[in-house]
């Protein structure tokens, strides 16, 4: 199936920090159809430099992000759920961020734009949801930072989730994730072409860009599966370079990755998104994780990885047992795989299966506005 | 529907017997979570397993049950008092390396354990090792000396002790020799106990 990104517009959205933005386009995209009582919709909610286009072929033949999760008879089924996929906000891939014209202004926002959180990004989706005229998802579901923002539906309005599926997430960045992303952006205002934000018609800084995707990229894998897929290897040479060329597949590869993200993300949005992962914690307001989990009626799929160490299962259970201990419906596994945080995306066999008989249960089981738990 | 015609196991028949309509239940070692779905078909229960296999996790998923991925020993501290009105054991009690404290945990967060294991003063067991010399090896104790999950050998009348020695109070207690139920002398004659047990 080709799908087709659509916008919406709205007027204002208060923002966590104060400010207010006006004048936001969003980009979405969905999947399957609608039924008539509205209480099959789902909301896929990307990861940090994921987009709209979750699934299905786009126009330039791109397949979605998560094409292997979405579709007929897959985890999220098309043939009996009506799926939402929405671009963030901060993000570039056409919902309001800093690389959009800031209304009356004539140039784009840069570091003018408002630093944002993930339940501004929430918020913004509620309005969407709103919007298509949904009263109550089936589920909102997400890997990584999607994850974030499934624990923030099921927080901020508990009364639209009737489920909830955080996948290799957290409730709050640890200090070695925060400082995985402060590297990232490190490298790219270091770059002199970074300009202060303000390199929209000019030189992009490819160079900071491509070196915070690199770090990305191995903190997305494991040592195993980078065993696996480079070793030692040479790229294509018999003998070190003695300089410094590149000499490991495992050089060429990500330096490949991270001058092909250059091309596809706004080094703006980077700095901007990676913050708003940074600033989460879901128990920020309330005396424990547990105590500001206490609003949520969902009923929870927790799912972690094995060889995840960006996100580790020991995050995962943190939230399993702080909705266990206020006694909330919630499952929890810790699926096998050597992929590292990229499982969610790569590895989905087990995943697919336990998804689809959680929603199954969820759809038979769908409670309308009755709040339990 | 019997469940025993649809689980193929009699100690579930007699679980299933002890628990009313619309009970909050957890199953501790609840592998593919068929003792729960049926509880929730035929008892309309509010259910939840702990299992810790990964396979059969998914599996209890796929079922519909609501399943942590945990080891049991550890993973009952985080539930509220009383957040049961049922806690199941079944034929976990021997494979637990602190059978007690577990059974104090269950009694916390439960107003009843129903607790199911395999007799080993059956005199089956008896003639087992009385005759061949070695560790017993019946149909219910199937495994060799190395490979036994089981820590904790424990009879009837061991058990009967701990009540007494904790304090718990018997609300029920049944026994199985085959699929027959009732023995007369059951600590030799009953393979499997069952029992219902509140603080």
């Not at chain 1, 065993?227 to 370079?241: H, V």
């Not at chain 1, 795989?337 to 697919?352: I, K, M, P, R």
């Not at chain 2, 796929?62 to 054991?89: C, H, M, W």
């Amino acid at each position: 199936m080709t799908t087709e990104t659509q916008f919406a517009r709205f007027d204002s959205l208060p923002l966590d920090s104060g400010e207010t933005l006006r004048d936001l386009q969003v980009a979405y995209e969905t999947y399957g159809r609608l039924n008539e009582s509205r209480t099959n919709a789902i909301l896929v909610l990307h990861a940090f430099t994921g987009d709209a286009h979750a699934a299905g072929i786009d126009h330039d033949g791109k397949p979605g992000w998560w094409d292997n999760m979405i579709g007929p008879g897959k985890a999220f089924d098309t043939e009996r759920h009506f799926i939402i996929c929405t671009n963030v906000l901060g993000g570039c891939r056409g919902t309001t961020g800093p690389s959009s014209d800031e209304p009356g202004a004539g140039r784009p926002y840069g570091l003018r734009f408002p630093g944002i959180t993930i339940s501004d990004m929430v918020r913004l989706q509620k309005l969407l949801v709103d919007h298509l005229g949904i009263p109550r998802l089936l589920a909102v579901s997400g890997g990584s930072m999607g994850g974030m923002q499934a624990l923030e539906w099921a927080v901020a309005y508990p009364e639209s989730v009737e489920a909830c599926i955080p996948i290799a997430s957290t409730a709050r960045h640890s200090a070695q994730q925060i400082a995985f992303n402060e590297t990232g952006r490190q490298a790219i205002m270091m770059d002199p072409d970074f300009a202060g934000g303000d390199y929209y018609g000019g030189k992009l800084p490819a160079r900071g860009l491509s070196v915070a995707r690199m770090v990305g990229h191995i903190t997305y894998m494991s040592d195993e599966s980078m065993r696996e897929k480079f070793g030692r290897r040479l790229r294509n040479r018999e003998e070190f370079s003695y300089a410094f060329e590149v000499d490991f597949e495992v050089e060429s590869y990500l330096r490949y990755r991270g001058s092909q993200f250059v091309g596809r993300f706004d080094a703006n949005s980077y700095l901007y998104i990676t913050k708003a992962m940074d600033y989460f914690d879901l128990s920020a307001d309330a005396p424990s994780l547990a105590a500001s989990l206490e609003r949520a009626t969902s009923r929870f799929l927790v799912i972690s990885f094995t060889s995840d160490w960006l996100y580790p299962s020991y995050q995962s259970q943190e939230i399993v047992n702080a909705l266990r201990s206020r006694n909330h419906d919630v499952t929890y596994c810790e699926l096998s795989s050597n992929y590292g945080h990229d499982a969610f995306l790569v590895d989905v066999g087990e995943q697919t299966e336990i998804v689809k008989g959680f929603l199954g249960r969820c759809q038979r089981e769908f409670r309308g506005g009755v709040a339990c738990k | 529907m019997q469940v025993r015609e649809v689980l193929g196991r009699s100690d579930y028949a007699l679980i299933s017997e002890l628990i009313p309509e619309g009970a909050r239940v957890l199953d501790l070692g609840c592998g593919d979570g068929s003792l729960l779905e049926w509880l929730k078909a035929n008892k309309k229960v509010e259910a939840r397993g702990v299992e810790l296999k990964r396979e059969l996790v998914q599996q209890a998923i796929s079922r519909g049950v609501t399943v942590y991925q945990g080891d049991l020993e550890n993973s009952l501290k985080e539930y509220p008092d009383g957040a049961f009105d049922y806690v199941i054991l079944s034929q976990t009690l021997q494979e637990l390396r602190q059978p007690l404290q577990v059974l104090q945990e269950i009694l916390r967060i439960g107003r009843y354990a129903i607790v199911a294991f395999p007799n080993f003063g059956h005199w089956r067991v008896r003639l087992s090792h009385l005759f061949s010399g070695g560790a017993p090896r019946t149909k219910l104790f199937p495994y060799g000396w190395h490979d036994s999950p089981n820590v904790h050998f424990l009879t009837i009348e061991d058990f009967e002790e701990s009540t007494r020695d904790q304090r718990w109070t018997v609300e029920k207690r049944m026994f199985l020799s085959g699929h027959t139920r009732g023995t007369a002398m059951p600590n030799l004659m009953a393979e499997v106990a069952v029992y219902l047990l509140r603080r």
